[in-house]
């Protein structure tokens, strides 16, 4: 059974880091794109980070230059390293894998997704 499950959420003052890991579990994602999505209270989930198979990244706009994704495939783990946090990125952080090796920005492009954890950035 594939299970994805993220860690690292938790409280964090504006200005802050916070650094998310996700455990692939149940078969290898070496050859897969990984992506970290986010859902805020009322708010539609949206595309955060993605990483190719390769290594290869991509970014939300609202994160570029502040969060970084990387993975280990040894460990099959993913992670983001989340700086200079602010109030607009709390959320439910859920990282997915995707179907193919090439980074996607589309949660349809996306096969198993983890639980999600919190984020909360005060103010």
């Known amino acids: 059974q594939v299970q994805l499950v993220e860690s690292g959420g938790g409280l964090v003052q504006a200005g802050g880091s916070l650094r998310l890991s996700c455990v692939a579990s149940?078969?290898?994602?070496?050859?897969?794109?990984m992506g970290w999505f986010r859902q805020a209270p009322g708010k539609e989930r949206e595309f955060v980070a993605s990483?190719?198979?390769?290594?290869?990244?991509y970014y939300a706009d609202s994160v570029k230059g502040r969060f970084t994704i990387s993975r280990d495939n040894a460990k099959n783990t993913v992670y983001l390293q989340m700086n200079s946090l602010s109030p607009e990125d709390t959320a439910v952080y859920y990282c997915?894998?995707?179907?193919?090796?090439?980074?996607?920005?589309?949660?349809?492009?996306?096969?198993?997704w983890g639980q999600g954890t919190q984020v909360t950035v005060s103010s």
């Open positions: 997915a894998a995707a179907g193919g090796g090439y980074l996607s920005w589309q949660a349809s492009d996306y096969n198993y």
């Open positions: 149940g078969r290898s994602f070496g050859g897969n794109a």
């Open positions: 990483i190719s198979w390769l290594g290869g990244t």
